[in-house]
């Protein structure tokens, strides 16, 4: 786990969203997501080393499991949310959360720019 990815996981306590860290969400196979919201069939997957070349998701390797893990996950049914550094720091990837899974009593959403 990375300090981003805790980063995240301190948006979504202040929201009251619950969710599980480094889910399995396909029988049979090792891929684990980094956060599986609670009560949906939502997976978030955290990139934050982007720009790192040669990484885990930056190598030619790394993008192909990547995909393949997402193609796999959509197959049976879960939907991916995949965010950056960007994302989480700009606010942007809690808002998106709070839109797809809370009632809309509970939302006090604003469309980023």
């Known amino acids: 786990m990375s300090n981003l990815e805790d980063l995240f996981a ?6 009251g ?3 599980m860290r480094q889910f399995k969400a396909l029988q049979g196979r ?10 949906t069939n939502i997976l978030v ?13 930056t190598s030619p390797g790394g993008i192909q499991r990547d995909y393949t893990k997402s193609n ?4 049976e049914g879960w939907r991916q949310l995949t965010f950056t550094r960007a994302d989480i720091d700009s606010g942007n990837a ?13 939302q006090s959403f604003s469309s980023p720019d």
Do not use: M
Not at 10 to 15: E, G, I, P, S
């Open 10 to 15: 301190q948006q979504l306590d202040a929201a």
């Open 17 to 19: 969203i619950k969710y």
């Open 30 to 39: 090792r891929y684990r997501w980094d956060f599986h919201i609670s009560g």
């Open 45 to 57: 997957e955290i990139n934050g080393a982007i720009f790192v070349p040669h990484t885990g998701h």
């Open 72 to 75: 796999l996950a959509t197959a």
């Open 94 to 106: 809690i808002s998106l959360v709070r839109r797809l899974c809370l009632p809309p009593s509970l």
